[in-house]
């Protein structure tokens, strides 16, 4: 989905190196979530935030910090790169509204290898 | 704490066969249900989803899901499947409300062969 990118797609690190992974939106939705994915793991929650001010920490936060720079940018970094944080990772979207409210959206993913 | 099974991690079918695939949910109150599809190199995409209503739900593609609460189930199914419906599939449950997050069963890989 085009409303939600991702950027970089690929990356390849060496271990103890910082990495941030950026999400854009132009959906105008509120609430923003980093989730990685690992084969037969399904999504993982890392981090999430309602809104500028609140940033949540998912099922899998250790080793990840955040920054929602504003509504549209949600920003993945991690501090010092190991290699079982290899994985993909998805930038996600929703909207709040009374009902309905957990529809999430999807940016294409950033494929991150760590030597 | 809340989880979603999907009983199938692999599931291999020749086109024109019936698909159903499982997912089982733990959690007693009120849950909005969805289902993902990811094509093979892309991201996720909303399937289908449930939030009230009739319980049968239909999406995109010829899927259509049924929640069955006393069972906490809510099976995805499609009559005849095509090559192109090669993908993986994730059911998802979030928590009625506006609580805003998705818990992920595991997801279940389907092979269609020509």
């Given at each position: 989905d085009a409303d939600v990118t991702q ?16 999400c854009s939106q132009t959906k105008g939705h509120d609430r923003m979530y980093w989730y ?11 981090y999430y935030s309602f809104d ?16 929602r720079?504003a509504q549209a940018k949600f ?15 998805f930038c996600a979207t929703s909207e709040t509204r009374?009902?309905?409210t957990d529809t999430q959206y999807f940016g294409p ?7 | ?42 991201h996720l995409?909303l ?53 805003g997050n998705l ?12």
């Amino acid at each position: 989905d085009a409303d939600v990118t991702q950027t970089p797609r690929n990356r390849i690190t060496k271990t103890g190196k910082r990495i941030m992974l950026e999400c854009s939106q132009t959906k105008g939705h509120d609430r923003m979530y980093w989730y990685r994915q690992d084969p037969g793991l399904g999504l993982r929650l890392i981090y999430y935030s309602f809104d500028v001010k609140d940033i949540n920490k998912g099922e899998i936060s250790d080793g990840y910090s955040v920054s929602r720079q504003a509504q549209a940018k949600f920003s993945l970094s991690l501090e010092s790169a190991i290699p079982n944080q290899t994985a993909l990772y998805f930038c996600a979207t929703s909207e709040t509204r009374l009902a309905g409210t957990d529809t999430q959206y999807f940016g294409p993913g950033t494929r991150l290898t760590v030597l | 704490a809340q989880s979603v099974s999907q009983h199938n991690h692999h599931v291999i079918l020749s086109e024109a066969a019936s698909l159903e695939l499982g997912c089982n949910y733990s959690y007693g109150g009120t849950v909005n249900l969805f289902w993902y599809v990811q094509y093979p190199g892309q991201h996720l995409q909303l399937l289908l989803k449930y939030f009230s209503g009739d319980p049968l739900v239909k999406g995109i593609k010829g899927f259509e899901a049924e929640f069955i609460k006393s069972k906490f189930s809510f099976n995805l199914r499609k009559p005849s499947v095509q090559w192109s419906d090669t993908a993986e599939y994730f059911c998802a449950v979030g928590r009625g409300g506006s609580q805003g997050n998705l818990i992920f069963g595991k997801g279940t890989k389907l092979s269609v062969k020509p």
